[in-house]
């Protein structure tokens, strides 16, 4: 695959990591990084690293409403609902896509120069994967700063998660596999962190009396 085509599709993965929203947009958010990574991993550490990426993101997507409904079986209760935001409305301090859109333009900028300058192990010369992992870990790093609900923090933690597994396959290595691993694994358990909360704690009902 080109490197072109390679650092195009980081570019989606980042894209859709930056303005998604909602009750499922971890697992969303995760799929599609897990997918888009996927070449950029397999460029240095073959088939089992992309591997990796996609499993886990994709053990994201599932675990999610998994660990909702598995929550819900239990009854719902009053406590931190990661779609509430915790200081103020999302409007007040996260503020519209179109904030996270003129961040991504800006990580769009920065991955672009750490691809071109940035020598990173084996994939001194893999500058679309150097791109695609530099771009999405970007991407995560910004929703991470600018997240109010715990909903926006776990999706940022994802990303980073994702893109971080896949830098550390690029820098180090097939070898790096067992740690990219772990990396890449904080992904699922951000999907079931927000899936078991947003099952157990989210009731409209005590929203609706307490507003």
Request: glycine letters at 12%; charged letters at 10%.
């Amino acid at each position: 695959m080109s490197q072109t085509l390679i650092a195009a599709l980081g570019f989606l993965g980042g894209a859709v990591a930056a303005l998604v929203d909602g009750p499922r947009a971890v697992g969303i958010a995760a799929l599609v990084a897990g997918l888009a990574l996927a070449p950029s991993a397999a460029s240095v550490g073959g088939l089992p690293a992309a591997a990796v990426v996609t499993g886990a993101g994709l053990a994201a997507a599932l675990l999610d409403p998994a660990a909702r409904r598995g929550a819900e079986r239990m009854g719902r209760v009053p406590g931190l609902d990661p779609l509430v935001p915790v200081v103020a409305s999302r409007e007040a301090l996260f503020g519209p896509r179109s904030i996270r859109a003129a961040g991504a333009a800006l990580a769009l900028v920065a991955a672009s120069w750490v691809s071109l300058n940035v020598l990173v192990g084996a994939a001194g010369t893999a500058q679309g994967a150097v791109f695609a992992a530099a771009y999405t870990w970007l991407v995560g790093a910004i929703r991470l700063l600018r997240a109010r609900a715990l909903e926006d923090l776990l999706v940022g933690a994802a990303t980073v998660a994702l893109a971080g597994a896949v830098g550390w396959i690029l820098e180090a290595g097939p070898s790096a596999l067992p740690e990219a691993m772990v990396a890449a694994g904080l992904a699922p358990a951000a999907a079931v962190t927000a899936g078991w909360l947003r099952g157990r704690h989210h009731h409209p009902a005590a929203h609706e009396a307490a507003a």
